[in-house]
């Protein structure tokens, strides 16, 4: 008896809020977080509490196995908070739009980008030992961002500050990708899939895109977006937010030059074992 609107997608309103469409599922990767309205009806069979249950997964389960477990108490009519609504106007359900900060505007609305970049998230089987070795039947997965693995040196792209780039995203589906700093607006036509709409802005991407087309022999996917890099110079590290792939290497930086950020240098690495522990 309940029902669930979109009203933010990873901390940022829609550009129109609620959504339009009542929805039961909602995809989310281990780093997005979604903000939904929730409106339920009363069981008139009964006059105990009800529960709004988010399972993992596409099957039903009982209550013991949701992972989220809401307990809504019913109220009396004239209680004002039974009158809270996600919309301007509750009776009419009008939408509003929310102001964002500057360094989220429309990128959509731009006629051309300063550059492109086509980034692969990619599996790779390769040999485990060498072609002498007893292992060399065993296969192990190896993985990548356009062959490239966390080199701590070398950035893989250098782009300017205040540069705005186009990213065509290929196989986040089963690599969710997340980049700092900077947030990422969708502008594949007809959206990404999965609830990734075009036009929406989120910071983690792991969309299954209607185009695809054959990458070194697998199938792949692809999600257009762009982003402007505003403010912030220097290293903006980007991952696959699977934390073992990303601990295997799937990690990169880039350089943004010319801001106030740029050329600071970290603090060297070093052996967790030898950190100083913090009281």
Not at 43 to 53: G, H, P, Q, R
Not at 103 to 108: A, E, I, K, R, S
Not at 220 to 237: E, L, N, P, W, Y
Not at 256 to 268: A, F, R, T, Y
Request: negative net charge.
């Amino acid at each position: 008896n309940c029902e669930t609107r979109v009203v933010a997608y990873d901390g940022v309103y829609r550009s129109k809020v609620p959504h339009e469409d009542v929805s039961t599922r909602h995809m989310l990767t281990s780093s997005s977080r979604i903000d939904l309205a929730v409106k339920c009806q009363p069981n008139k069979n009964t006059s105990e509490d009800s529960f709004i249950l988010f399972h993992q997964g596409q099957d039903e389960k009982d209550q013991m196995e949701a992972i989220v477990n809401i307990r809504t108490a019913k109220r009396n009519v004239g209680d004002a908070s039974a009158t809270a609504s996600p919309f301007w106007d509750s009776v009419s359900l009008s939408q509003w739009s929310p102001k964002r900060p500057y360094y989220m505007p429309d990128l959509t609305v731009a006629n051309q980008v300063d550059d492109t970049w086509d980034l692969h998230m990619q599996n790779k089987t390769v040999l485990k030992g060498d072609s002498s070795s007893a292992e060399k039947e065993k296969m192990v997965m190896k993985v990548s961002m356009n062959d490239h693995t966390w080199d701590v040196d070398n950035p893989v792209r250098t782009f300017e500050l205040n540069q705005l780039i186009e990213l065509n995203l290929w196989n986040t589906r089963f690599h969710p990708f997340h980049i700092h700093i900077n947030r990422m607006q969708i502008v594949e036509p007809g959206g990404c899939g999965d609830g990734y709409e075009e036009g929406e802005y989120y910071d983690t991407i792991a969309a299954a895109a209607a185009t695809t087309p054959v990458f070194r022999g697998k199938q792949d996917t692809k999600c257009a977006v762009r982003m402007k890099f505003f403010d912030f110079a220097g290293r903006i590290v980007a991952h696959c937010h699977k934390l073992n792939h990303e601990d295997k290497g799937m990690m990169i930086w880039i350089d943004v030059k010319d801001g106030d950020g740029h050329n600071l240098q970290g603090k060297p690495q070093e052996e967790c074992m030898n950190a100083e522990i913090l009281s």
